[in-house]
């Protein structure tokens, strides 16, 4: 199938062949531009439909349902639709990567960090924070689009680095390539809970060398030590995982 086409009409649904093999169909949700809702997955022999109400789960991370596009509209200037941006780009690359987002103002994020590190950023680039504070207008709106996606794209672009890039919560660039150790004192993570948005599934103990290589398992660890940190793991293979702690999890 081959077209093109200016509008969307809002009550319509797209098939969209993400890769060969992989389908996606989703519908437009709004007025917005570019929001959808994610309905099923097709890959291969294997039908995934995507649970609406996955986003009622205990802790679910906030970026995991404005990724599934259940939210409420919002606009893109939106700080957890911005990471949606970010982790879509990440993908993108194709090479694979992780980004830690931590409390702006905190220290304690250093600790599990192999020191020193190949990247600073000095001081931190808050070109997105600028960009996210900003609340353009009509007019100026399409400029303001146009100079969000390449920050996003460079931010994104450094995590195909070998190590993490390191993001406050605040949108402050403040380091990348991050080599990931285990915190002084803190146990190694053994195991994760895997939960999959889409009907039928149910939660699963695994180690994380099962999600991936060794991203996964640096991210889980970073996670379990700083638990007020959230992390962002693309797979060369497309895949991408969301770590976060969960106090009843």
Not at 7 to 23: C, R
Request: overall charge negative.
């Amino acid at each position: 199938m081959w077209g093109t086409t200016r509008v969307i009409p809002t009550l319509s649904f797209v098939l969209e062949v993400a890769e060969p093999g992989l389908l996606v169909i989703k519908h437009h949700c709004s007025d917005e531009a570019g929001k959808f809702v994610n309905v099923a997955v097709l890959e291969s022999d294997q039908i995934k439909v995507v649970d609406e109400h996955a986003s009622t789960l205990p802790n679910c991370p906030a970026v995991l349902t404005s990724l599934l596009g259940y939210d409420s509209p919002t606009s893109w200037v939106d700080s957890v639709n911005v990471l949606v941006q970010l982790a879509v780009s990440m993908r993108a690359h194709g090479r694979g990567g992780s980004l830690l987002l931590v409390p702006a103002g905190s220290e304690s994020w250093r600790e599990p960090i192999v020191w020193p590190m190949p990247y600073a950023v000095s001081p931190p680039s808050s070109e997105l924070a600028h960009l996210i504070g900003r609340t353009p207008d009509q007019t100026r709106g399409r400029l303001w689009r146009e100079a969000l996606g390449p920050t996003v794209d460079a931010i994104a672009g450094l995590t195909a680095v070998d190590g993490a890039v390191v993001l406050t919560d605040q949108h402050e660039l403040l380091r990348f390539g991050a080599k990931i150790a285990r915190r002084k004192g803190w146990p190694r993570v053994e195991q994760v809970t895997v939960t999959e948005p889409i009907e039928g599934a149910t939660p699963t103990l695994v180690h994380p060398d099962q999600l991936g290589g060794t991203r996964h398992l640096s991210a889980a660890q970073f996670v379990q030590d700083q638990r007020e940190a959230v992390a962002l793991v693309a797979s060369q293979d497309g895949r991408f995982t969301i770590f976060e702690w969960s106090e009843c999890g």
